[in-house]
T-cell receptor, first 114, second 115 residues
Framework: DQQVKQNSPSLSVQEGRISILNCDYTNSMFDYFLWYKKYPAEGPTFLISISSIKDKNEDGRFTVFLNKSAKHLSLHIVPSQPGDSAVYFCAASYIGGNDYKLSFGAGTTVTVRA | DTGVSQNPRHKITKRGQNVTFRCDPISEHNRLYWYRQTLGQGPEFLTYFQNEAQLEKSRLLSDRFSAERPKGSFSTLEIQRTEQGDSAMYLC?????????????FGPGTRLTVL
């Protein structure tokens, strides 16, 4: 069963504007969440993460928000740049239960228009 | 250390042949993971090692698949009697838990094509 879902397969945004990517999860035991970026024919590159004890984490242009009650997280990219065009994956694990494997969503393809 | 490396990057084989992939993790990381990714999907967990011990295997890992990490450093993933359904990107990742975080860093992957 798909425990992590990204319901938007694609997103198109103009350069300089905000990109908002969404992710929902069903397993309430998940306590660590990550976003990865992937270019074709390459492995996923780690972007940013958040532990369940926080509701926001920021790193440069990237901010991740976590809403535990809604089992929802989002990634904000501001401002969007052409190099941000890639597939973005949301992932989750249960570190508190020593369950380190990641469950991934199906990904959202972001296209940044000039 | 420049990150996780995987070899080969591409492998084309005929159905029924055996293939072996290698992964070299980030040197100080004690956990090593294998995932498989097919087109349009996110990576799916196959198995993971903590040091040399294989601690978990997914039900996706049929008896044709075997993984080893003999000295707790590099790992190999072997697929015996390959089938066309094995065609996928095989990804390796490594991590080291720190407090409440355990960030996995991925290698470039091995693209397997079974003809």
């Amino acid at each position: 069963d798909q425990q992590v879902k990204q319901n938007s397969p694609s997103l198109s945004v103009q350069e300089g504007r905000i990109s908002i990517l969404n992710c929902d999860y069903t397993n309430s035991m998940f306590d660590y969440f990550l976003w990865y970026k992937k270019y074709p024919a390459e492995g996923p590159t780690f972007l940013i993460s958040i532990s369940s004890i926080k509701d926001k984490n920021e790193d440069g242009r990237f901010t991740v928000f976590l809403n535990k009650s809604a089992k929802h997280l989002s990634l904000h990219i501001v401002p969007s740049q052409p190099g941000d065009s890639a597939v973005y994956f949301c992932a989750a694990s249960y570190i508190g239960g020593n369950d380190y494997k990641l469950s991934f969503g199906a990904g959202t393809t972001v296209t940044v228009r000039a | 250390d420049t990150g996780v490396s995987q070899n080969p990057r591409h492998k084309i084989t005929k159905r029924g042949q055996n293939v072996t992939f290698r992964c070299d993790p980030i040197s100080e990381h004690n956990r090593l993971y294998w995932y498989r990714q097919t087109l349009g999907q996110g990576p799916e967990f196959l198995t993971y090692f903590q040091n040399e011990a294989q601690l978990e295997k997914s039900r996706l890992l049929s008896d044709r698949f075997s993984a080893e990490r003999p000295k707790g450093s590099f790992s190999t993933l072997e697929i015996q009697r390959t089938e066309q359904g094995d065609s996928a990107m095989y990804l390796c990742a490594s991590s080291q838990t720190s407090g409440r975080t355990d960030t996995q860093y991925f290698g470039p992957g091995t693209r397997l094509t079974v003809l």
